[in-house]
């Protein structure tokens, strides 16, 4: 049991890159949390796409034990959040569990989009903030300037700032005697009622639902018996414990303290992420406020490519959403694609990582459906109803308007990028808000659709500014624009999958490139195969795949010219008939290809 005045409850946030999980590593390895041999890269990125992409996804917790030079031992439970913009939402749910936030900035690069956008998010959560320049050993770091930037972009005094490199360990030692000395310790009661939130949960296939907890007020201790506020549903506790990062068992958590539970939670539902756990009996009268439910921005359909794995699917996705609140789902069918779901995320790198996660944690093969955003249909009638699905647009007799949702995107980009940058946006349908200058870095704020920004904006911002740039959303609301659903058709046969909503001035250009890439990516059958794009009923662009060719000729030498025209003319009649009834197989990638739009 620890008392409270030696407890620091911290997250590291920072934007992509900079240093968040190498400063964790160094933190667990300078006070022999772990011990060398166990000791390895990335430590608390636990999945391997974390490892293999080299970003965080989920926010992991370590307690760790130091003592102070003033001999005292303290007790520091670390987050290490995720830095990108996907992932925003467990950066939220981890500051409302902590006190206080290392601000770590890269010395060589500045303040980037998502330093900013990290840094509100702490600010809103009412944390102490200690800035720490990361990266000091490379012969690029400007110290100075990074302080001057982070005090005039921020706002946060930046003048006791530690230097540190977290890769070769200078600076670490000053940095656990900050965490002491310069962030608050927690508050709570002892002998109130328990009063817990519930800040993440996940599937253990040994263990069943994990929940982590934070305590307000009370302890809670094996054996007890605890309710969900929100669901009402009530446990009796089976283990709790802390995370070293391995799991160790412990007797009980005391207020302030960060820690797990396991209670025989056979279903998945009952644990909502922001809920407020108390004992059954004597329990706590108010709740604890929760968090603000996340808001799908991107959607798309999952589909087993067996249907045999869809009930297998169900299972995987059900456990996914426990161990992820943003991300959600509802059953849909397809024609072409049979049942599946429909998958909403908060952008493109996170809808790439569930699927990863689905196909490689619970073995499903998944066909993706193209992505896209919500749009609100006004009919004629008055009525308003939400697009999730292009495929599913009424008759365009019947609709009076539609809109589409807007974003004010942040840009942070040097200087000399900026003219490629500002034609990008205008490319995309973008308007600008507002221009200024941070040192020698541009700061561009648009209202852009965001439509236009799902696919590959990101991508395509990194490369035509050569990775220097940074970029962070949120979403404004909704606004009016002449948009029309564009169909692609394979062998006259409608793609449900690939139809997209687009401007009506730019369907013809999408059109195009769309057949186009689709030409590519679909391999040659043995009968020609027409690919159009069309509105309505009207085709704006057609495309068509070549036979591949088997030489029936080839056991005809010398003699009448007549016998080769004849067996040419059998060729042709079966061809013609194959295509009326032959199948055209596209393949998984060729989906997820045609849907990245070049230029």
Known sequence: ???????????????????????????????????????????????????????????????????????????????????????????????????????????????????????????????????????????????????????????????????????????????????????????????????????????????????????????????????????GARYSVDRIGVFRPAMQIVDELGPGEIGFLTAQIKQVRDTKVGDTITTEKKGCETALPGFKPSIPVVFCGLFPVDAADFEDMRDAIEKLSLNDASFSSEMETSAALGFGFRCGFLGLLHLEVIRDRLEREYN?????????????????????????????????????????????ATILVPDEYLGDVLKLCQDRRGIQMELTYAGSRAMVVYDLPLNEVVFDFYDRLKSVTKGYASFDYQMIGYREDNLVKMSILVNDEPVDALST?????????????????????????????????????????????????????????????????????????????MRQFGKVDIPQEAFISALKMDG
């Open 501 to 577: 909503m687009v401007h009506r001035d730019r369907a013809e250009m999408r059109g195009r490139a769309m057949c186009e890439k689709l030409k590519d990516l679909i391999p040659r059958h043995m009968f020609k195969i027409p690919i159009q794009a069309a509105i309505g009923g009207k085709v704006i662009a057609r495309e068509t795949l070549a036979a591949l060719r088997k030489d029936v000729t080839a056991k005809c030498y010398g003699g009448d010219a007549t016998r080769k025209r004849k067996l040419l003319d059998k060729q042709k009649a079966g061809k013609k008939k």
């Open 1 to 231: 049991m620890t008392e409270l005045d030696h407890i620091r409850n911290f997250s590291i946030v920072a934007h992509i890159d900079h240093g968040k999980s190498t400063l964790a590593d160094r933190l667990i390895q300078s006070t022999n949390t772990v011990s060398a041999r166990e000791m390895k890269e990335q430590m608390l990125d636990a999945m391997d796409i974390e490892r293999e992409r080299g970003i965080t996804i989920k926010a992991n917790t370590v307690r760790i034990e130091y003592k102070a030079q003033n001999g005292e031992v303290y007790v520091l439970n670390l987050i290490d959040t995720p830095g990108h913009v996907d992932f925003a939402y467990e950066v939220s749910r981890s500051m409302r569990a902590v006190e206080g936030s290392l601000l770590v900035v890269d010395s060589t690069q500045g303040v980037e989009a998502q330093t900013l956008a990290n840094v509100y998010q702490a600010i809103d959560a009412d944390h102490e903030i200690v800035p720490v320049l990361n990266k000091i050993d490379l012969p690029a770091s400007e110290p100075e300037r990074v302080k001057e930037q982070i005090e005039d972009v921020i706002g946060i005094d930046a003048s006791e700032a530690l230097l540190v490199s977290a890769k070769s360990g200078i600076g670490i030692a000053e940095t656990l005697e900050a965490i002491v000395h310069r962030l608050p310790a927690p508050t709570g009661d002892r002998d109130a009622p328990l009063k817990a939130m519930l800040v993440d949960s996940w599937y253990d296939a040994y263990l069943g639902v994990v929940v982590l907890v934070r305590i307000m007020d009370g302890a809670l201790k094996k054996g007890d018996q605890i309710k969900m506020m929100q669901t």
């Open 364 to 408: 499903i093969d998944l066909i993706t459906t193209a992505p896209s955003v919500i749009y609100k249909i006004f009919l004629r009638d008055g009525t308003m109803s939400e697009l999730h699905n292009p495929a599913d647009m009424p008759d365009l007799t019947h609709v009076d308007h539609i809109e589409e949702p807007r974003i004010k």
